[in-house]
């Protein structure tokens, strides 16, 4: 089996619509693809109408979150999306990205970068907001050359010229709220330095004691040292080890199915989790 358990699609910063993100999961070969997007749910239904037949879909989503100052992502799965503490949190989150983006606006036209919030909103097309966003009207105005050149200390970067915070939830919080919707929670490329600063290890273990179920490790921004290093903290902490490719169609690089997750750790978090079922292909539409 090929298991992708981190993807998103249009419904927050990728590029596939949820149903082009699950046709395109199957023409890569994969068995199984978790849609992730960022905070919100709102691309469930459309995936599950066009789910190929043999391909089989993880619901999920990547919860931002804050640890002692660092920002962090929590990949959460198989939980309740109408559960009411774990939805209002979510929405809170995805509320305050329209805010930060416009924020982030001011600080580039102040800069003398002339981006638009219209530019921003068009490039989003009613997903959820972020930064990638803006890092996309950068690329089309020609400031710089990739989304990723736009994820630095000059522009957009965590404490950049043009950074504006947002509203994060504490992961223990996080982490309470998707164990009380039934959910699996794993802790989202922990280890990517390059996006700015990273929790420390102990800060891991003081989320594995408070029920995180795994950490991603296979991931395109840890190198080798980076994996072996949580491969043996995963093993220290009794956490599950997963891999992804953070697939957010042509805005970034990397390939579906280009990390994947051990069918036997999938088989694990499926056992764990109680607010919902991965749902499998039938033909879509």
Sequence with gaps: MRIDLHCHSTASDGTDTPAELVKNAAAAGLDVVALTDHDTTRGYAEAIAALPEGLTLVPGAELSCRY???SMHLLAYLFDPEEPALLAERELVRDDRVPRAQGMVAKLNALGVPVTWEQVERIAAGGSVGRPHVATALVELGVVPTVSDAFTEEWLADGGRAFVEKHETDPF??????KGAGGVCVFAHPAAAKRGRTV????IAEMAAAGLDGIEVDHMDHDADARARLRGLAGELGLLVTGSSDYHGSRKTVSLGAYTTDPEVYGEITRRATGAFPVPGTGGA
């Design 68 to 70: 002692d100052g660092v």
């Design 173 to 178: 919080e996080a982490i309470r709220l998707v």
């Design 200 to 203: 420390p290890e102990s800060g």
